[in-house]
């Protein structure tokens, strides 16, 4: 039910916006009575939670083979924050303006810390192997590094959802993110 409630959410604020979608809404498409809803998610706001900690187990696999992956890193590294991009596109605009206005809520702890986000540890754990190979710059530490190109990453999708998600956002982060990440490659 849970799942049901969630993936039928999900496509009612992509297709009708997040603030036009009732519980009650949800409730007749899902031909859940109210009481299950609410027993799973106490409002819209804890549906949209769900989709944030979604984006925080986005991967890009970087675990598997990582010392090897972490030899080249630049193309493992792109292609997981064009991941990242793909993401937050397949939920849409409207629903990234939402998450952004309960972004501390999702993501940071009470002192305004990241919260331990599984993709950007994996990420940080890739760039410390990189590191140790010296094949990425040590100038920060490795997950320094990885929130840096997290908030490269937040920041084209920021301004996608100001343009109302009127152009690609992979195809964008696949212009802008190379020459962010090319920074800290060593050659």
Same mark, same amino acid.
């Given at each position: 039910?849970?799942?049901?409630?969630?993936?039928?959410?999900?496509?009612?604020?992509?297709?009708?916006?997040?603030?036009?979608? @009732?519980?009650?809404?949800? +409730?007749?498409?899902?031909?859940?009575?109210?009481?299950?809803?609410?027993?799973?998610?106490?409002?819209?706001?804890?549906?949209?939670? #769900?989709? +944030? =900690?979604? &984006? &925080?187990?986005?991967?890009?696999?970087?675990?598997?083979?990582?010392?090897?992956?972490?030899?080249?890193?630049? #193309?493992?590294?792109? =292609?997981?924050?064009?991941?990242?991009?793909?993401?937050?596109?397949?939920?849409?605009?409207?629903?990234? @303006?939402?998450?952004?206005? !309960?972004?501390?809520?999702?993501?940071?702890?009470?002192?305004?810390? %990241?919260?331990?986000?599984?993709?950007?540890? =994996?990420?940080?754990?890739?760039?410390?192997?990189? #590191?140790?190979?010296?094949?990425?710059?040590?100038?920060?530490? &490795?997950?320094?590094?990885?929130?840096?190109?997290?908030?490269?990453?937040?920041?084209?999708?920021? =301004?996608?959802? %100001?343009?109302?998600?009127?152009?690609?956002?992979?195809?964008?982060?696949?212009?802008?993110?190379?020459?962010?990440?090319?920074?800290? !490659?060593?050659?």
């Amino acid at each position: 039910n849970k799942i049901l409630i969630y993936e039928t959410a999900k496509k009612m604020f992509q297709e009708y916006g997040y603030e036009k979608t @009732t519980m009650g809404d949800i +409730c007749r498409e899902t031909g859940l009575s109210v009481g299950t809803i609410y027993h799973y998610y106490r409002s819209k706001e804890d549906i949209l939670l #769900q989709i +944030c =900690e979604q &984006a &925080a187990v986005v991967t890009g696999n970087l675990d598997e083979d990582i010392t090897e992956k972490a030899k080249n890193p630049f #193309q493992y590294i792109l =292609e997981f924050m064009n991941e990242y991009a793909r993401f937050w596109e397949s939920v849409g605009a409207d629903l990234v @303006t939402n998450v952004y206005r !309960i972004f501390d809520r999702a993501f940071l702890n009470d002192d305004y810390t %990241l919260k331990n986000i599984k993709s950007h540890q =994996e990420l940080g754990r890739f760039i410390a192997v990189a #590191q140790e190979l010296g094949t990425f710059d040590k100038s920060m530490a &490795a997950q320094e590094a990885a929130n840096y190109l997290f908030t490269a990453g937040r920041g084209l999708l920021y =301004e996608w959802f %100001l343009r109302k998600g009127s152009y690609s956002l992979t195809e964008h982060s696949e212009i802008f993110m190379p020459r962010i990440i090319r920074t800290f !490659i060593v050659n």
